[in-house]
């Protein structure tokens, strides 16, 4: 193989997530470059470069292809900068950043370029964190305002924003909301930490002031009715009063992100006394265009604290196999969702064995950080129900006893005003 180019077919392969051992991986290979800006790559010259036919020297117009794969204007570009790719040749340059204290140019094209490499973004993010912990302001905003972040996956961002809101939490309230209103402004940094990172243990707390500069610093209409909504959140689970708070759905609600949609039908949900069948028709409407697994992960939990067993069972008989679609770490949490959906499901039917059944599939400890305490009073809200079917007092009396715990750290109290009535001598 030409030393020119092999670490090129590195890359490319690092990108893709494909690693190319066998001639049937090829074919995938070429559908995810050629799914990337519309490149085109011949599968024959796909199976030369690795050595599935016989090896020629490949034109620049290919590896020009392949460089603009992975984001660079050619192939000369890459040449030139695609020491990033590299991992640990990417963190000791974050490391010369960090030492100059200062964020130039270079330094901008660096971390750009270093960030098409998925894993690299785990490095910037402790990068960032280092200087939160610093208070360097300047090179945050800097760093905020020139940061290309709409290019890494989704699963990798989120585990950028949990780096980096966890590295808040080290500080006082008072310093971390200083640095919140200053970095709000920057639609790169509210797109990608309080945006992304849905703190529901600290609804009641630092994140809904959060929420509150949002609503302050942003035009962008999604964000807002993004933090309408939590806010609906916030006071039905915390005992307020929300019945009145009217959330009119956005003449561009058609262009919103799957689980903003759901969510927007989880609070039209929490606020009905109970689903009448123009929610519910309006509902499974919705569920024949939406992607299923994203935009059920919040009406679900709103229809499990409804208790509306009978819609949820309607839409696990009719979108089971789309509900459990999963590609990425973070869809756990979904399936976690889903597992605890099913567990009342059977509950409800009566069907306890295959409910518990259902429950032992969850691991909470694989739940996202930012969704953790809220599925676990899920969790242990059906263990409560499972158990006093059961008539099985001690584990009634554990479960519920953990159930306080969370709704005292979280304050959400319409778990306790639920769960009572599940609650054996």
């Known amino acids: 193989m030409n030393l020119d180019h092999s670490q090129l077919l590195i890359d490319v392969q690092k990108k ?24 085109k790559i011949g599968y024959n010259t796909l199976r030369r470069l690795f050595g599935f036919l016989n090896k020629t020297k490949p034109s620049l117009s290919t590896l020009n292809t392949l ?44 971390i750009n370029t270093g960030i098409l490499y998925n894993k690299n973004i ?3 993010a402790y990068f960032i964190s280092n200087l939160i912990q610093r208070n360097n302001l300047k090179t945050l905003n800097k760093l905020f305002e020139k940061i290309e972040l709409s290019k ?85 689970y915390t005992g307020g009063i929300c019945e009145n708070y009217e959330i009119k759905r956005p003449e561009n609600f058609s262009t919103f992100n799957e689980v903003l949609k759901g969510r927007f039908y989880s609070y039209k949900i929490m606020l009905s006394s109970a689903v009448d069948s123009s929610l519910k028709e309006e509902l499974f409407k919705e569920c024949k265009t939406a992607k299923i697994n994203m935009f059920l992960e919040e009406v679900i ?24 679609e999963s590609d990425n770490w973070s869809d756990y949490t979904m399936s976690s969702i889903y597992l605890i959906a099913l567990a009342n499901i059977n509950w409800y039917s009566n069907n306890i064995s295959t409910a518990k059944g259902n429950l032992e599939l969850v691991v909470l400890e694989k739940v996202e ?39 005292l750290k979280t304050s959400f109290i319409k778990f306790l005003e639920i769960s009572k009535k599940y609650l054996l001598n």
């Not at 939490?169 to 209103?181: N, V």
């Not at 939990?301 to 459990?324: G, N």
Request: negative net charge.
């Open 16 to 39: 893709s997530n494909i690693i190319v051992n066998n001639v049937g991986d090829i074919k995938y290979l070429k559908e995810a470059i050629e799914s990337f800006n519309n490149l």
């Open 67 to 110: 460089a603009n794969y992975l984001e660079f204007r050619s192939f000369t570009n890459y040449l030139k900068d695609n020491l990033n790719f590299d991992e640990w040749y990417f963190q000791q340059q974050l490391l010369l950043i960090q030492q100059t204290n200062d964020l130039n140019e270079e330094g901008i094209q660096t």
């Open 122 to 124: 785990i490095f910037v």
């Open 152 to 236: 890494p996956k989704f699963s990798e961002l989120l585990k950028f924003a949990t780096i980096i809101t966890h590295s808040f939490y080290s500080l006082s309230e008072k310093r971390a909301l200083t640095i919140y209103s200053d970095l709000i402004k920057h639609e790169s940094f509210r797109n990608t930490v309080p945006l992304l990172y849905i703190d529901y243990s600290h609804l009641r707390g630092i994140y809904s002031k959060v929420l509150t500069l949002i609503k302050k610093e942003s035009p962008i209409k999604s964000d807002l009715f993004f933090v309408a909504l939590m806010d609906c959140y916030r006071q039905f």
């Open 301 to 324: 939990p709103a229809l499990l604290i409804k208790e509306e067993y009978k819609i949820l069972t309607k839409l696990s008989d009719k979108f089971y196999e789309q509900i459990f």
């Open 369 to 407: 950080l930012s969704y953790y305490d809220y599925v676990s009073l899920f969790y242990y809200q059906t263990k409560i129900k499972i158990s006093y079917l059961e008539s099985d007092a001690i584990a009634n009396a554990a479960s519920f006893l953990i159930l306080e715990k969370l709704v």
